[in-house]
């Protein structure tokens, strides 16, 4: 059984098959690389400035845009995921729901610019920081968890074609 990446646009994009493809990619990308073995169910949206800082505002109370949102589903343990899913997974659907990723279009392709990269590269390295958030990673010291993060996000996007920075 494949994994379930559920992407929805709630933004105009003309890049919406691409944008969803590289999404797609990064996510299968990470599962494997951080050794996933159940069959996992990934909500995606992608929206703009105005959408992520309403769902900002909501989630955190901050009244700002923010280029990614994660919401895991669980608390795993960063780099040791469990020996035994069983506990982690639906019963009606028998997959395991990670969580909740929301990637704003917007603010990927004016960071894009501003780093001097592709919107592809931009939104790949998002959804890869994202999926390592649903998967127990976290940054919040500016020390051994963001090296360890930024570690695992360079790591797993030079697996993917057009991902690597230029």
Request: net charge neutral; with cysteine.
């Amino acid at each position: 059984m494949a994994n379930k990446i559920n992407i929805t646009f709630d933004c105009f994009t003309l890049r919406q098959p691409l944008i969803a493809m590289i999404i797609s990619k990064c996510v299968e990308a990470t599962l494997k690389a951080e050794r996933i073995k159940p069959t996992c169910e990934i909500n995606v949206l992608v929206t703009n400035d105005r959408g992520i800082r309403a769902i900002n505002m909501a989630s955190r109370n901050i009244n700002k845009p923010t280029d990614v949102l994660s919401f895991p589903m669980y608390q795993l343990e960063a780099g040791s995921p469990p020996a035994d899913w069983k506990a982690y997974l639906d019963v009606e659907t028998g997959m395991c729901p990670l969580g909740d990723m929301c990637i704003s279009l917007e603010r990927a392709i004016a960071q894009a610019k501003e780093f001097g990269h592709s919107v592809k590269r931009e939104v790949g390295y998002l959804t890869i920081h994202s999926m390592l958030h649903l998967l127990g990673y976290d940054h919040m010291d500016e020390g051994e968890q963001k090296a360890q993060m930024r570690a695992r996000e360079e790591a797993i996007a030079a697996t993917i074609p057009g991902m690597t920075r230029k």
